[in-house]
């Protein structure tokens, strides 16, 4: 998971929300006012903004191992619609508080269960104790392991990655996509000559990082391993 930075929203969202605001609607109501074709938009310009990644696990979306009975994208809400303490602070409609990810490994027909699912799928009302794609600070502990898995140094942003989004979900494809990105960017590396592999490390660190039509898929776990490297080699 990396920092998502927030573009304008669009216009006619922005006249929809004054207007349920004008009513007094709840965010639940105000959301339910969220149609086609404007919720398409808003749906395009988050994926845009994120560089064509799920927010939460990084994959590509849409996923081509969709279910065609499942939505292929999900428009999530950072501070949920009813959090569990009743509180509104407009989040039904604020730009700011919406995310787009992918369909959370979800299965037609109720093939899969709940421990099965990953992301907001995963999630439900459940509210972050800390994460907030929007807010990078948040994100600053999170580190991985060679084997594909995501973990962090502090306890409530690990809760929030592996408890409350199964982003360690063994019955998912997470952990092997991600080892198989940083795979093959190990074999990249090993094909640099030794006087060159830092120069080259912080090159390509670089360039994931100017990333933003199209990201890399995972490449939270490219980032933090090249970072990594760096100050290991830095440091002989």
Not at 45 to 73: F, H, K, T, W
Not at 142 to 147: A, L, N, P, R, T
């Amino acid at each position: 998971m990396i920092g998502i930075k927030k573009g304008t929203e669009p216009q006619d969202l922005t006249r929809l929300r004054q207007s349920t605001e004008a009513e007094g609607l709840s965010p639940r109501e105000a959301y339910r006012r969220l149609r086609n074709p404007l919720k398409e938009q808003v749906r395009q310009s988050l994926i845009q903004e994120q560089g064509g990644l799920c927010a939460y696990c990084m994959c590509r979306i849409p996923r081509e191992d969709v279910d065609p009975n499942i939505a292929p994208i999900i428009i999530e809400h950072i501070i949920p619609r009813v959090p569990v303490d009743g509180r509104d602070v407009g989040q039904g409609l604020d730009y700011n508080n919406l995310l787009a990810v992918c369909h959370g490994n979800k299965a037609s027909y109720g093939e899969h269960q709940f421990i099965d699912l990953t992301c907001d799928a995963h999630r439900g009302n459940t509210e972050f104790r800390k994460i907030n794609p929007c807010i990078p600070e948040t994100l600053s502990s999170i580190v991985y392991s060679v084997d594909g898995k995501i973990d962090a140094i502090d306890p409530d942003v690990r809760f929030d990655l592996v408890d409350t989004l199964n982003l360690n979900c063994p019955s998912s494809p997470l952990i092997a996509e991600r080892k198989s990105a940083l795979d093959s960017l190990i074999d990249e590396l090993g094909n640099v000559t030794e006087e060159n592999i830092l120069d080259y490390c912080i090159m390509i660190l670089s360039e994931f990082r100017a990333e933003t039509e199209q990201k890399t898929p995972y490449v939270g776990i490219l980032i933090w391993y090249l970072e990594s490297l760096i100050t290991t080699l830095s440091s002989t």
